[in-house]
C-alpha cells in the first residue's frame, strides 16, 4: 500500500519507523455509526454493520504498526438504553466477528482479544464465545485488542473501590485502584471521529494524561490514513504529565 507521506513528500509505506514515538496505548471511540446510515436513508444498525468492517480493518492497522495496545470503545453500560432491535443487532454483530475471528485475525495475525466491561446483562452465548476468544489468543505476542462491551468508566473505578473495602481495605491509593481496575495500561492517545469532542465514560481511570485527537470522520469512513494523521499528531504533542 503506498500512501503519501505528506511530511517528506515522498511516496512511502507507512510503517512503525515512519513515527518518531508512537503510542502504547490507543483508545478508540467508534462513533457515528448512526449518522452515516442516516445519510444513505438506511437502518441504525447498517451502520453498525460497516463500523464493524472498520474495526477489523484499524486493528488489523495497529497490529501491523506494531502498537502494543488498542481498546475500542463497542458498547456502553448506556447503550442498554437504546431501542431492543439496536442492542440486538450490535451483540450479534459480536458474536458473528467472534465465531469469524477464528479464521480472521486470531489465526492469520498475532493479535490478542480481551475483552473489558461488566458481564452482567450479557448473554451466556456471547460470554461464551468472549471466553473462547481470550483463551484462543493468550499466547498472542502482539498487539493486544481491547474490546470494551458493557462497560463505563466510572463503573469500572466503582467496582474497583468496592473490591477494595471487600478486602477490608479503609484507605484507599491511587496504587490500589490502579491495580483493583480493568488491566488495561494508562491510555496515551485517545481517538473520537464524527465531530463529537467527549470522553462519553471511556477509560476515564487510564486516560488521566490522554492526548485526544477528534475528527469529523464518521466512523464507518475511518480509513487507516486517518489513523495515521492521529499518530503524526500524537508525535508531535509534548506531553508533560503534569510536570
Ligand atoms: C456509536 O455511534 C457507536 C456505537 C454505540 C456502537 C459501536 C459499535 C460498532 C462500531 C460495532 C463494533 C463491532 C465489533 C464486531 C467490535 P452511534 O451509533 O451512536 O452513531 P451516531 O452518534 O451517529 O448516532
Known amino acids: 500500500m503506498a500512501i503519501f507521506n505528506k511530511n517528506s513528500n515522498d511516496i512511502k509505506e507507512i510503517t512503525a519507523d515512519s513515527f518518531s514515538v508512537l503510542p502504547n496505548h490507543i483508545g478508540i471511540i467508534m462513533d457515528g455509526n448512526g449518522r452515516w446510515a442516516k445519510k444513505r436513508a438506511m437502518p441504525r444498525t447498517v451502520g453498525h454493520k460497516a463500523g464493524a468492517e472498520v474495526f477489523r480493518a484499524i486493528s488489523k492497522e495497529c497490529s ?130 464524527s465531530g463529537e469532542e467527549r470522553l462519553s465514560n471511556f477509560l476515564l481511570w487510564q486516560a488521566a494524561y490522554s492526548e485526544f485527537w477528534y475528527s469529523d470522520v464518521l466512523w464507518p469512513d475511518f480509513k487507516a490514513d486517518d489513523l495515521h494523521a492521529a499518530l503524526r499528531e500524537f508525535e508531535k504533542r509534548n506531553r508533560r504529565f503534569g510536570g
Open 64 to 193: 501491523r504498526l506494531g502498537i502494543k495496545y488498542v481498546t475500542f470503545y463497542a458498547f456502553s453500560t448506556e447503550n442498554w438504553k437504546r431501542p431492543k432491535e439496536e442492542v440486538d443487532a450490535l451483540m450479534n454483530l459480536f458474536k458473528d466477528y467472534l465465531l469469524e475471528a477464528k479464521s480472521d485475525i486470531t489465526q492469520s495475525g498475532d493479535i490478542r482479544l480481551k475483552f473489558i466491561g461488566e458481564r452482567v446483562g450479557i448473554s451466556n452465548d456471547l460470554l461464551a464465545l468472549m471466553d473462547e476468544a481470550e483463551e484462543e489468543t493468550e499466547s498472542h505476542t502482539g498487539t493486544t485488542v481491547y474490546l470494551a462491551i458493557n462497560y463505563g468508566g466510572r463503573q469500572e473505578i466503582v467496582s474497583a473501590v468496592n473490591k477494595l473495602i471487600a478486602s477490608g481495605k479503609t484507605e484507599i491509593t491511587e496504587d490500589d485502584i490502579s491495580s483493583n481496575v480493568y488491566t488495561v495500561p494508562e491510555c496515551d492517545l485517545i481517538i473520537r471521529p
